[in-house]
């Protein structure tokens, strides 16, 4: 016990120097990043924000909101209450953000989202970007009802129930359609998830041997769905299209396992999200706008000019200097 | 006077360290909107960790809260949606809840396995009927239950804090006044003794499943009226936590004793740490690593009383 308590004290004595260390250091422009994951996609996108933050001057703490709606809330009331000068924010769902909105403005905190657009937030906020979550997976619908003449398609899903998933499932149908002769026959959930696409695949081969095309909606999955079909020698039968333009994606474009991939590369959208609310903070740009985030299609044949997810800090610097983007005006209705 | 260093005074003293250390890097920490903001984040987890308490005393647990938050506020949603009115809404979360409660309790009373399995089965069926009615969007706008519990206080208290200050006072009462209480703390103790003794250990149950899924129905109603939607997934983690809080509290998962006050410490703790973490600008990173740390010292040195 008294070991116990001595423990304590060490553990105790060390934390108030470690945290007066940290206060000690000078108050510059602080923003808080608060993301929904510790995933990648936001890893990627926090890192290279950070790197773009420590070369315009400001401070950067990252929160993390582990998709629970209730611990992003906080997250917002305790950015607030450490008195950030804003906040940008990728939001756990595309419905939770009254909350944080309306708790940022009533403390005249601007607040910037990257995806959740909702009109009606839109005039609280210091602005909204993202991709249009339909239109991004149509051309890859439209590629497939170019490049295959006829037969079966599938879809590999993520989470059901945030609505981006189902979003992008409708407008790569949308783009499907434009080939009548294209018939979509599964659609599986692999929960974002590697291992749970490994499955989907394996399932659908099985139910559809004769698959022509599969529409994977990120390449965490795309590289177990590939994984799957090369196991079961489908790999040159099949055309797999994906989306986001992970590192891993690019390698699976590469190697020939992935035909086609519409990057949102989160680490350029979140470095021109920051100097959007930099301009917002300076009173530089005007608030409550709308911004489509920069998307990008990759093949083999542009793989070189790629805007990476792990970017180099040189990059991220020439982003520094590159036009923001234009506010869209008027902003979409939903 | 002679004051021991365990169990509870020392959650109190690393409750009174976190306070006093925040407070130092951070004065805002101190501020009275600061409380009021821990308070406010805390409530949801407390009402379920309530709930938790009274099924952990008498060595029961219930993995499918965290669904059971998820199918309930989203009924809700459904009928605020519909045009029901907000007392029915209200009504027809609180019945889903308590009706799978008392489902649980059924199940478990029956004791063909344990409630750790049946529980975990639950959470997925409930979390399937979820997404399966809600065919996986959410629902933006809780209308009249953001304007009640969302946005409103009571001399600058949130409205979820009164009602978990009021939860917390029926469950303390509850356990210790009441025979269901102690017949609780009797069945965590020794359930084939409580049999002998007359108690009917199988109605007791069901009875405290139900009462768990109460709890759980008000706290998807707090957590649905917060955040102004409901989502199929909204209540996704909230089994776990709760059970840390309440083992942290120093109540044990084979039951027999514990109770609330070690409980709204427990909470405190998960609630405080994460805040004064966020607070003194912790990269998010080194937070789960700080957290998970704090966790298992806390419930290794309840485990060694």
Redesign the interface.
Known sequence: ?KR??IG?LVV?FG??VF??A??AEEKTV?IAFI?AT?EPYYQYG?QAAEVAAKKLGV?M????S??????E???V???I???VDGILIYAV????E??AV?TASKAGVPIFFQYGY?PDLLPKSAGFMQIDLKGFARPLGEWMAENLTKGKVAIIEG?????D??AYSEGFKEGLAKNPNLTVVAQVSGEWNRQKAYEAATNIITAHPDLAGLFVQNEDMAVGAANALERLGKLEQVRIVSQNGAPYGLDLIRAGKLQLTNANPPSIASVMALRLLLGVINGEIEPGHFYWAPTQLIDQNNLDVAYRWDAEEKDIEAWLSLPLPEPVIPPPAS | MKIELRGRNVLLLVLVAIVLISGVVNPRFLSVQNFLNILLQISVLGMVSLGATVLLVSGNLDLSVGSLISLSAYVAGMGLLRGVSLPLAIFLCLSVATLFGFFNGFLTSLERAHPFIITLGMMTFLQGIAVVISRGSPINGMGGLYELIGIRSILRIPFPVILFGVLFMFTSFFLRHLPLGRYAYAIGGNQEASRLSGIRVGRVKIALYAINGLFVGIAALVLSGILDSALPTMGTGYELRSIAAVVIGGTPLFGGRGGVWGTLLGVFLLGLVSNSLNLMGISANFQNVVLGAIMVMAVMFQGSR
């Open positions: 016990m116990f308590s304590l105790v934390w108030v945290l007066g940290v206060w602080e993301r510790g926090s401070k703490i990252i929160y993390t582990n998709l629970d709606p209730a611990q809330l906080a997250n009331q305790d950015a209450a450490r008195g769902s595309l419905s939770s009254r909350a309306d909702h989470t059901l129930g945030r609505g998933a189902e």
